[in-house]
């Protein structure tokens, strides 16, 4: 979508902090209210200007969070990595640690999420919901298992578990050789884990 | 040993607040030179106190660490409940677990320590190395294996990436079930994953 018109934006159209205001209404919404919880209406509301605006600066909701957050990257894609031709736990492992080393030059790198996460409960919880809404709804497993739900939500709890532990050796910790190996040696050794958690016997 | 008398002291040897000087003191070194470049008797020279004093508020060097950096309990006992009768990981997950959960009651619940290790990575690199020292050196799979030693640091590694996500979940991101779980339940979960990193193939 282009820019709308001037005309329809409401209050403060063009002002050059807008997309901070924006940014500011979101995490004190999301943080408030939680991940489901927080519409992007809300947000306009709350930052006093048209949702069409909100629309122009952020592409959706995922990606209004992020920005929010300070998340580097969307975890969906690191999920479809892994189950591309058959859930692998190896690629997982892989693309997760990846995707957290190219962060790793942003101001988004690892630590700076655990500290907001640390610091704010709320903030906890509305990433949780977020990590929830982009991969636990599609987690393997799920496919005509509806009755086996609650071991679902182990099986997630875990392969989360495991993945978090790891990023948080490798770059808050730096406990060697985790902080330093190559993403497909350290996915080699935390493969297995991630196997038995989402497909194996875990009970 | 008890307290010593007066004159041996140096200064400030009944101040009130002597013993959070000491505290402070430590903290600053420990960050400074992290925890194997600290002597007590630098602490106690930072504090401005006698050394004697030091060792009347705190047993050794591991209890003041604790008490400076706020550690709740001590890992070795964890490490050594787990050994007993043969390595168990299960036994090493659950034991775990309980101590952070009675931890959870005090000031020094998992969430203040990771914001502290999340802060700095001198404190970071302080505790990594204190955890070091008192479990690490101790670590199944030692004895006679000499030439293992890099394996031996991928196994620890791993074991800790395991149990630091399952208390950031737990704990921080408060996600279910691993939130809510009996800590035998967990155990079951989770000990296999630690008996293949401490004992198994991961290569």
């Known amino acids: ?97 990846e995707m957290w080393d190219e962060a790793q030059a942003s101001e988004t790198a690892f630590v700076t999420v655990a500290q907001a996460v640390c610091a704010s409960p709320a903030v906890a919880d509305a990433v949780r919901e977020f990590v929830g809404e982009r991969i636990f709804r599609h987690a393997p497993g799920d496919a005509g298992r509806a009755q086996a739900a609650p071991l679902a939500m182990e099986r997630r709890a875990l392969i989360s578990s495991q993945l978090i532990g790891l990023a948080w050796s490798r770059y808050v910790m730096r406990l060697e050789p985790v902080a330093s190996a190559e993403p497909t040696l350290i996915a080699g050794w935390v493969g297995p884990t991630i196997d038995r958690y989402a497909v194996g016997e875990i009970d």
């Open 1 to 97: 979508m282009g820019r709308p018109p001037v005309s329809a934006l409401g209050r403060r159209p063009g002002h050059p902090e807008t997309r901070a205001e924006i940014l500011e209404a979101a995490r004190a919404l999301f943080a408030a209210d939680g991940y489901e919880g927080t519409s992007l209406r809300a947000i306009a509301r709350l930052a006093g200007v048209d949702p069409a605006l909100v629309h122009h600066y952020f592409a959706d909701k995922p990606a209004l969070f992020m920005a929010a957050m300070r998340l580097p990257f969307d975890p969906r894609p690191v999920q479809e990595y892994g189950e591309t031709g058959g859930f692998s736990g190896a690629r997982v492992v892989q693309r997760f640690i």
